[in-house]
Structures are given as C-alpha cells and as structure tokens.
T-cell receptor
Framework: QKEVEQNSGPLSVPEGAIASLNCTYSDRVSQSFFWYRQYSGKSPELIMSIYSNGDKEDGRFTAQLNKASQYVSLLIRDSQPSDSATYLC????????????FGQGTTLQVKP | DAGVIQSPRHEVTEMGQEVTLRCKPISGHNSLFWYRQTMMRGLELLIYFNNNVPIDDSGMPEDRFSAKMPNASFSTLKIQPSEPRDSAVYFCATAGTPGNIQYFGAGTRLSVL
C-alpha cells in the first residue's frame, strides 16, 4: 500500500514564527510532490510543487525534498493568521498516470 | 479560465434516492479525478479518467457508485441508491497531462438523510 504520512496536528505557532510541516512517503519511485492548502469548507488549492532534491522557495513558502529519506517538508516564514488551514502533502504514483496519493493533512493554527 | 466547475454545490437527499454529481473540467485538461473527503477517511480517490477513458476505479466503494465521462467537457458521478454513509464532500479535479498539477473544483457537499 503506497502511503503518504503526515502528523494531523494541530500545529500551533505564534504569528510571525516559522511553521514547519512534514511529510513522508513510502513509494521510492515517486517523482513529483505537492503541497495543497485547504481552508475549512473549501477545496484544496496548490501552493507548492517540488520535483528535485533540495529547496524550492516561493515568497514565504519553502518546500524541501529529500528523496533518499523519502521526506518532504513545507516551511512557512512569518506565519500569519490567514495561514491557518489544513495542509495536504501529495506524491505522484509510480505509473505516471497523474494519480496523486494524499496524506491526511496537518492542521496549522497561527495565533495572533 | 473558469476553473473546474462542479454542480450542485450542495445536495440533500433521502436514503435510497439516486444522486448525480457533475463536473466540467478546465478546457484542455485531459485527466479527471473524482475524490471523496470525510473527516474520518480524509481525501480518497474514487476514480480517474485519461482522455475520457476510466483508468482506475479501484477506489469506488461499491457497485452503487458509477462514473462516466462521455466527452472531454463533462463527467458525472452517480450514486444509486444513496445511503447515509455516502454523506461527504465530493471533489472533482483535473490536470493537463498525466503527472501534472491537479486543480480542484469547489466540491459538492452531499447529505443523505
């Protein structure tokens, strides 16, 4: 069973702090990884994609990928209350069919 | 671009009734995915299509569930007969090519009484 594992949280950080969200995946041949943000009652929206080992930065967001450790993370700098949401990690399946395997999500709470 | 369009946004029905959920993909996207989301089970992939052809329906929970994609602009997910345990949010997502980013519709919140 191919899996993506996340700590469900909630992860609580003060406003302005760095939030660190982590994810592990079981399928070694996964090549593409995604972070989606889902506000309560809304649909998932993509915030970051990463395909190569290392860091990828986009504004306050940095995604990190370590394929050897099968580990993906998302850092949110200068966290804002508007960042409070559930963050879903996803990895592609090995058959390159576009199918994604989603984790259960981590709930982030940013307190003013 | 209007994005992925789902209808209805909310559906309340009684147990035993037929329910049909609809999805219009982003123009040019040739992969379409149906998901179900509940608090207990999270986001589950039910079925997906490439170029209108069903590729993997192993996530469809029972024979009561069926999905079709008669053309590149339209897909349906049907539940017949519906049961209270089918209550969930159903999302449709589409992608440009296999392996590309999936974009989600707003979802249909289904309540089966």
């Amino acid at each position: 069973q191919k899996e993506v594992e996340q700590n469900s949280g909630p992860l609580s950080v003060p406003e302005g702090a760095i939030a660190s969200l982590n994810c592990t995946y079981s399928d070694r041949v996964s090549q593409s990884f995604f972070w989606y943000r889902q506000y309560s009652g809304k649909s998932p929206e993509l915030i970051m994609s990463i395909y190569s080992n290392g860091d990828k930065e986009d504004g306050r967001f940095t995604a990190q990928l370590n394929k050897a450790s099968q580990y993906v993370s998302l850092l949110i700098r200068d966290s804002q209350p508007s960042d409070s949401a559930t963050y879903l990690c996803a990895a592609d399946g090995s058959s390159n069919t576009g199918k994604l395997i989603f984790g259960q999500g981590t709930t982030l709470q940013v307190k003013p | 671009d209007a994005g992925v369009i789902q209808s209805p946004r909310h559906e309340v029905t009684e147990m035993g009734q037929e329910v049909t959920l609809r999805c219009k993909p982003i123009s040019g996207h040739n992969s379409l995915f149906w998901y179900r989301q509940t608090m207990m089970r999270g986001l589950e992939l039910l079925i997906y299509f490439n170029n209108n052809v069903p590729i993997d329906d192993s996530g469809m929970p029972e024979d009561r569930f069926s999905a079709k994609m008669p053309n590149a602009s339209f897909s349906t997910l049907k539940i017949q007969p519906s049961e209270p345990r089918d209550s969930a949010v159903y999302f449709c997502a589409t992608a440009g090519t296999p392996g590309n980013i999936q974009y989600f519709g707003a979802g249909t919140r289904l309540s089966v009484l």
